[in-house]
């Protein structure tokens, strides 16, 4: 499988050079991609926002602190199988999109190559680790896929920082005390 993982900038310019694209937004994007012309690839569209760990009370109930669910990543390996080329693309693609395109390889794949696979696709991957966690349940690895990326996640500074730095612009973004 041709696999891309990228930003929507990117995403938007390559849509149309895939079989299959997955869009991750966050819950309230006014930047969407859309096919508005056919043919067009296969389209699964996923609203959810990038963030490892939900927000504290009240603000986990606020609809654009939607965190990902079970479903949305057992749609995106499910739609992810089998394709010739898929492009998996949010915002930045960075964390929901590489945490997506690493369940559909571990969906293939052992959870290590899976990685190795993602790392070689998107170098400057940071998987959002919730992500993670529901595709390890979902494929039934006990928790090694989690295992996995959380030892490689140690070995880099920076993915902390990342992370670190994307929630407190989530909460940012709307005005809120970051929470980190």
């Not at 310019?13 to 991750?24: G, Q, T």
Request: glycine share 4%; with cysteine; net charge positive.
């Amino acid at each position: 499988m041709r696999l891309v993982v990228n930003s929507y900038n990117w995403a938007r310019r390559h849509k149309r050079d895939f079989e299959a694209v997955i869009s991750l937004e966050d819950p309230d994007a006014r930047r969407k991609l859309r096919f508005t012309r056919k043919p067009h690839p296969d389209h699964l569209v996923l609203k959810f926002v990038d963030m490892d760990r939900p927000p504290p009370a009240p603000y986990c109930d606020w609809p654009v602190f939607t965190m990902a669910e079970r479903s949305h990543v057992e749609r995106a390996i499910e739609f992810g199988r089998n394709r010739e080329s898929l492009l998996v693309h949010c915002q930045v693609g960075i964390g929901r999109s590489t945490a997506i395109a690493l369940a559909v390889l571990a969906s293939q794949m052992d959870d290590e190559d899976a990685l190795r696979k993602l790392l070689e696709v998107r170098p400057e991957a940071v998987p959002n680790l919730h992500v993670v966690a529901l595709a390890d349940d979902i494929l039934g690895r006990g928790g090694n896929l989690t295992r996995v990326v959380t030892e490689w996640d140690r070995t880099l500074a920076r993915n902390r920082r990342r992370r670190d730095e994307n929630r407190k612009a989530h909460f940012t973004y709307y005005g809120l005390k970051p929470d980190i």
